[in-house]
């Protein structure tokens, strides 16, 4: 009866993070691997212009530390309010990536996240999923 609240991964949530990753292959099939984040950046936004995707790029997040503004953080991107897309091209995807991200939904306040690495032979290998 009391049971904890689920975070449900709705068929909504799906078909978007699939269109985010479906442009990501597309940049990364043009473009290829190894170039530096900026330029897979700013291939993603054409393509999501493109696709019709709304999209924040780098929206700045404030830092709080005890009430106090320490800074900003500055995300990829947010995609239609929903899904917070962090952009990486590393030759190995580590722990520390995924902490950030992690740490970017929670301050966030959202729910769904990818990780993209555009420095694999194929983007579906770089690519990670985090539902909260």
């Known amino acids: 009866m009391n049971e904890p609240q689920r975070h449900r991964d709705t068929e909504e949530h799906r078909a978007l993070t699939g ?36 999209y924040v790029h780098q929206p700045k997040v404030p830092a709080y530390y ?22 990486k091209s590393v030759a190995t995807l580590l722990p520390v990536f995924d902490a950030q991200l992690l740490t970017y939904l929670r301050i966030m306040n959202k729910r769904i996240g990818l990780l993209l690495n555009f420095n694999t032979p194929v983007l579906r290998d770089g690519t990670r999923r985090f539902v909260l």
Do not use: C, N, Q, W
Request: charged letters at 25%; proline letters at 2%; zero cysteines.
């Open 19 to 54: 269109s985010i990753i479906a442009a990501g292959i597309e940049v990364h099939r043009h473009m290829g691997a190894g170039l530096l984040e900026p330029m897979y950046g700013s291939a993603m936004g054409i393509e999501f212009d493109e696709r019709g995707i709304k």
């Open 66 to 87: 005890k009430g106090h503004l320490l800074g900003e953080y500055r995300v990829d991107f947010l995609v239609e309010d929903t899904v917070v897309v962090e952009i």
